[in-house]
């Protein structure tokens, strides 16, 4: 305003400015005149999340109790934070990042879609489905309840909600490009979610023989509990082939949920809030939810050859581990910090929530 002030007492205008800056002396510009902004490069974030994914893929071969896309996310976070790459992070790469983490993200969505049998799914029994669903609607209300009643800011206590109660990372992604949440939210809970996924892998284990499971109770519990699919395989392979394919099956039918819980925030934002006249209005289904269910009712079809499946699902973990690469960056410490313990508390109870929920279902269906 001062600026403007400024400019008002001088009493220039393009009338009265002298020969260097008449409107009319070819020196000038009109606002119509300017050169339109240059977009920003999406190149220099892009490489940078390439870069990250092979440094998570090394991080997986050495050690392969860590699934690629946990290191991902905490490579990514490294990265925001390292003195020599956090510029470039926060500055010429941001775009990209942004970008992988969108776009890249619903790509890898999709692709998730060739892991769905519904063939498979349901021959766990409708028992073991009802089982599931029960578990998805107690972590998903009962997580946002009590961010709500923490106070905890934006989007967080859905995003939140979804990564426990879903799969994970993969299905924060989702919910927050229909909600059209803030990235710093996003981070922020993918980084939850993935730190308390990670500690499932050391802490399950150690659970196993206490709780009195038998190795295919302990993969239903493995797959109704824990967040992502590599952790979900990190986690139960420790109980041998039975229990791990158990897991992955109670977690394929844990990933299911996603279209619809999607759709259901799709129409509920829809109704809220109000279009104007003549504007689009956002799809009822996304278009990356679509594509997801496509591809389930392909592979339910078998047309696709096991190679082709193969190929998909390295696909799928190159695209997602970009794509949690620069989620990863975008989360800063400092702020973090600020809610780190409201954060940590809804982490912990909502961890309670699903491993005690998902137990009891486990134990009332086998």
Request: charged share 10%; net charge positive; proline share 6%.
């Amino acid at each position: 305003m001062a600026l403007l002030g400024h400019r008002a007492d001088t009493g220039a205008s393009p009338a009265s400015a002298g020969p260097g800056g008449s409107a009319g002396s070819p020196g000038s510009r009109s606002p119509e005149s300017a050169p339109p902004a240059r977009t920003p490069s999406k190149l220099p974030g892009l490489a940078l999340a390439a870069l990250g994914v092979a440094a998570a893929s090394a991080v997986h071969l050495m050690l392969p109790a860590v699934p690629m896309l946990t290191a991902a996310v905490v490579l990514g976070i490294a990265a925001a934070h390292l003195p020599g790459v956090r510029g470039l992070v926060r500055g010429a790469a941001r775009p990209g990042l942004t970008l992988a983490g969108k776009r890249l993200m619903r790509l890898g969505i999709v692709l998730l879609g060739l892991e769905l049998s519904l063939g498979d799914v349901l021959g766990l029994g409708w028992a073991t489905v009802a089982m599931v669903l029960c578990v998805v609607a107690a972590t998903f209300a009962g997580t946002v309840w009590l961010g709500r009643r923490l106070g905890l800011r934006g989007d967080q206590p859905v995003l939140v909600a979804t990564g426990y109660s879903i799969c994970g990372a993969s299905a924060i992604g989702a919910v927050s490009d229909v909600r059209g949440s803030e990235e710093e939210d996003v981070a922020t809970s993918v980084a939850l979610v993935t730190l308390c996924g990670t500690l499932a892998i050391a802490v399950l284990p150690l659970l196993h023989a206490p709780l009195g499971l038998d190795a295919g109770q302990f993969g239903r519990w493995v797959g109704a509990g824990v967040h992502d699919v590599g952790q979900v395989v990190a986690t139960a392979q420790t109980a041998g082939p039975a229990a791990l394919g158990q897991a992955v099956l109670v977690k394929l039918l844990r990933v299911m949920m996603l279209a619809p819980l999607v759709a259901a925030m799709a129409l509920a934002l829809r109704r809220r809030r109000k279009t104007p006249a003549g504007a689009k209005r956002p799809p009822l289904v996304p278009l990356f939810v679509v594509g997801f269910l496509a591809l389930v009712a392909l592979r339910t079809i078998g047309w696709l050859p096991d190679a082709a499946v193969d190929g998909a699902g390295r696909a799928r973990e190159v695209l997602l581990a970009a794509a949690l690469f620069g989620l990863g960056s975008a989360v800063h410490l400092p702020t973090l910090a600020r809610t780190g313990g409201r954060v940590a508390a809804l982490g912990l109870c909502s961890w309670i929530v699903v491993a005690g929920a998902s137990y009891g279902g486990v134990l009332l269906t086998t």
